[in-house]
């Protein structure tokens, strides 16, 4: 997809996916976390951020996102800060979540991570997700590096 084209909701999303200014539709996750997308990224001097509109669908029976989602959302930042600062694919060996608000169907859902140490075994690494200024989850997570995975000379996109 180039830049000057907009992804189109499909018929299974009530909202338009409509991500803000910036983020380009990711093509390369795997099936479940595409299943659970349509997921949005984007590159800033600050960092990468990942974004997501919340469709009905990712809601629990009470209207807000379902706290496995917004858990699996934060793994796949925490997996991307791994790989951006390792150039390893690694594995989630503990993740923990602290769920600080809520986010409703409609509403733009993004985050961010950040690799705060790493050995030649083991990486530790922060994320937090917003609805706008607004504070929705925070999680920390260990990710196993997986050294038989190692690139070398890989540029993620």
Avoid at 92 to 105: C, E, G, Q, V, Y
Wanted: charged share 25%; proline share 5%.
């Amino acid at each position: 997809m180039t830049n000057s084209q907009k992804p189109q909701k499909t018929d299974d999303d009530e909202f338009p996916w409509d991500p803000p200014d910036g983020f380009q539709q990711s093509t390369t996750r795997g099936p479940y976390t595409s299943h659970n997308g349509p997921f949005f990224h984007k590159t800033t001097d600050d960092g990468f951020w990942h974004g997501v509109r919340v469709q009905r669908r990712h809601c629990n029976s009470k209207g807000i996102t379902h706290g496995g989602m917004l858990m699996a959302f934060a793994d796949g930042l925490l997996g991307t800060a791994v790989y951006l600062e390792t150039k390893t694919v690694a594995l989630t060996a503990r993740m923990n979540s602290d769920f600080l608000s809520s986010a409703r169907p409609g509403e733009w859902l993004e985050g961010t991570a950040r690799v705060t140490r790493a050995t030649s075994s083991v990486a530790f690494c922060e994320a937090e997700l917003y609805v706008g200024s607004r504070s929705v989850l925070r999680a920390t997570g260990v990710f196993k590096l997986m050294q038989r995975h190692k690139e070398k000379d890989a540029i993620p996109s």
